[in-house]
Structures are given as C-alpha cells and as structure tokens.
C-alpha cells in the first residue's frame, strides 16, 4: 500500500529534495525541544536519562543524552552562544513600526 507517490525526474528530484530538507529541519528542531524541556547542566547525563519521556526510542534518547554531556556537545552550545552579526535580530522582524498605517510619532501625539 502507498501513501504517496513522488513524481519521475526531474520534478521527483525537486520534491524528494524538497522533503529531506524539511524532514531534517523538522527532526532538529524535535530534538532542540527535547534539549529545552531535559537538558540541564545540574543533572548527571544518567538522569536525564532514568527521565526520558515515553514517546521517544529509549536508546536513540541516550545516545542524544549522550552527545549533550560530550566535549562536542558542549563545544557546540559555545558556538550557539556567539551571537551572528549578520543575523538579523528577531525584535525587529516583529516590529510593527514598518507596518502600521499610522506612523508611532502620530499616534503618541
């Protein structure tokens, strides 16, 4: 039985392509919320562990559990830290000011 179908090239290469980015930036950012809602650098990795939640597999948790406490893991939250010139901070891109039909000035006066 199939769920789906991808079409023959070269639009399948475009949708398989298109599917893997997404796929992958979804699974990265699954695996970010698990180390926002487990992670802390007060428990020991085996405890974090003895608390996984029971909808992941156990033994690919450990292994992220893992890789968190690892020298690369905690080298790669310095690197995350350093913030990026070149990005653009995300208060303005919820800025309203360029938006608005009313400019600010005119509607504190």
């Given amino acids: 039985m199939k769920r789906f179908t991808i079409p023959e090239p070269p639009l399948g290469d475009i949708v398989k392509s298109w599917f893997l980015k997404d796929l992958g930036e979804k699974w990265r950012n699954y695996k970010c919320s698990l180390k926002q809602k487990y992670f802390d650098e007060a428990f020991t990795p ?3 562990k003895n608390n996984a939640p029971t909808d992941v597999n ?3 948790f450990c292994k992220l559990v893992d890789f968190w ?3 690369a893991g905690r080298e790669q939250r310095q690197y995350q830290d350093v913030p990026n010139n070149n990005q653009v901070s995300p208060a303005i891109h919820r800025s309203s000011h360029a938006s608005r039909k009313t400019s600010v000035g005119k509607i504190q006066t």
Wanted: net charge negative; hydrophobic share 20%; no cysteine.
């Fill in 46 to 48: 085996q405890y974090v």
């Fill in 69 to 71: 406490y690892s020298d």
């Fill in 58 to 60: 156990l033994e690919q």
